[in-house]
């Protein structure tokens, strides 16, 4: 991926963040997805007084890009508030994303801009892929 294309990523991630609608932990996250033909969708946490229903931003706009028809990506950045460590995926955002791929990129930001790298399949090692529903299965008795 060109540096240009990382750079635009994270500023997006970071603009999309201030669009989250989070009242009940005051924890902002944006995200920027980069599909193969160059588009860029962006989402934000939205969260629900009913915790469970909170959507994360990462699965925001992955389901505004599978909407559109989009299936194929090349990478994420997310951004959050947090000053000394970059953002990562919480455990569903792992699974959500190599649902599309253990190989694609996830950018992980801080406010200052910088940011680390790491595949979707590094995230979530071990994971339960589509390809895992073709694996040999026993016989029923």
Same mark, same amino acid.
Request: aromatic share 8%; glycine share 6%.
């Given at each position: 991926?060109? @540096?240009? @294309?990382?750079?635009?990523?994270?500023?997006?991630?970071?603009?999309?963040? &201030?669009?989250?609608?989070? $009242?009940?932990?005051?924890?902002?996250?944006?995200?920027?997805?980069?599909?193969?033909?160059?588009?860029?969708?962006?989402?934000?946490?939205?969260?629900?007084?009913?915790?469970?229903? &909170?959507?994360?931003?990462?699965?925001?706009?992955?389901?505004?890009?599978?909407?559109?028809?989009?299936?194929?990506?090349?990478?994420?950045?997310?951004?959050?508030?947090?000053?000394?460590?970059?953002?990562? $995926?919480?455990?569903?955002?792992? @699974?959500?994303?190599?649902?599309?791929?253990?190989?694609?990129?996830?950018?992980? &930001?801080? $406010?200052?801009? &910088?940011?680390?790298?790491?595949?979707?399949?590094?995230?979530?090692?071990?994971?339960?892929?589509?390809?895992?529903?073709?694996?040999?299965?026993?016989?029923?008795?």
């Amino acid at each position: 991926m060109e @540096q240009e @294309q990382i750079d635009d990523l994270v500023r997006r991630c970071q603009e999309a963040k &201030t669009h989250a609608y989070n $009242p009940y932990s005051n924890f902002r996250v944006g995200a920027a997805l980069l599909c193969q033909d160059g588009t860029v969708y962006t989402g934000c946490n939205v969260e629900n007084v009913s915790y469970g229903l &909170t959507i994360c931003a990462e699965r925001t706009a992955l389901v505004k890009a599978v909407s559109e028809g989009h299936r194929e990506f090349k990478a994420i950045a997310i951004a959050s508030d947090l000053a000394n460590e970059t953002i990562s $995926p919480c455990g569903a955002c792992r @699974q959500f994303l190599v649902e599309f791929g253990v190989s694609w990129d996830v950018i992980m &930001t801080k $406010p200052d801009m &910088t940011y680390k790298t790491m595949k979707t399949g590094e995230l979530l090692p071990l994971c339960f892929v589509p390809e895992s529903l073709q694996e040999e299965k026993v016989s029923k008795v």
